[in-house]
């Protein structure tokens, strides 16, 4: 895969790319048993939804509202409204662990000089506690998020916000996302992006194309020349 040039802040998404937010159902694999699945699934979906029917409504309440409106949705429809496991998932999804090659790939950018930031739909707490726990935050310029802004992603001023922020220009971004909507917006938006695909995600039918696809983030430094 040919280098992205002139590459000067690789920022990424939290949930998904940064941290594995699927961890919080497997550690309650012994409550759920076949269902953290499902679970999992639900409420990512249903977190996302309400993401973008709030923006769309103009009614914006910060990620860990979101957070516990969609897992109450998800326990409901899966029958397993058990307030000693909400409890649990809540405070499991607040302390997620980074994906394996999280900390060397940031290592590795910051070592050839690039700026590196987390842009999420995250409340600040929450992007704080996770950032902390998983001893990175000496890795990371900035953490951003879109309560700076008071509207979720994939709205453009998320994604300016982000270059306010570090003071480059969008062409001068990597952007790293799971999400296929979000790696399609921030595109469109004027991004070089990195979509990590690690879910087996097809193309979406939007606005923007990203500019490689890859299924970890090992593999990010030798795209923007920080091999």
Not at 16 to 32: E, I, K, N, W, Y
Request: aromatic fraction near 8%; proline fraction near 4%.
């Amino acid at each position: 895969m040919a280098a992205l040039g002139g590459i000067r802040a690789c920022v990424f998404d939290a949930y998904g790319t940064v941290f594995d937010f699927a961890a919080a159902a497997r550690s309650c694999a012994d409550v759920l048993g076949e269902q953290a699945p499902a679970l999992t699934a639900l409420w990512r979906d249903k977190q996302l939804q309400y993401t973008w029917l709030r923006s769309l409504q103009q009614r914006y309440v910060d990620l860990w509202q979101i957070t516990g409106d969609s897992l109450d949705y998800a326990l409901d429809t899966l029958g397993l409204a058990d307030p000693a496991l909400r409890t649990r998932l809540m405070d499991l999804y607040r302390t997620l662990e980074v994906f394996p090659e999280v900390p060397e790939t940031l290592r590795r950018l910051r070592a050839a000089g690039l700026k590196t930031a987390i842009l999420s739909n995250g409340s600040p707490s929450m992007l704080e506690t996770a950032v902390v726990g998983n001893r990175i935050g000496d890795l990371l310029d900035a953490v951003i998020s879109v309560e700076e802004v008071g509207v979720f992603k994939p709205d453009p001023r998320v994604y300016r916000r982000a270059l306010e922020r570090l003071g480059v220009a969008a062409a001068e971004v990597s952007f790293q996302s799971s999400n296929a909507w979000d790696a399609y917006a921030a595109s469109a938006f004027g991004m070089r992006v990195v979509w990590c695909n690690r879910y087996g995600q097809k193309s979406e039918r939007l606005p923007g194309h990203p500019d490689h696809m890859v299924t970890t983030l090992a593999d990010l430094p030798a795209l923007v020349g920080a091999a």
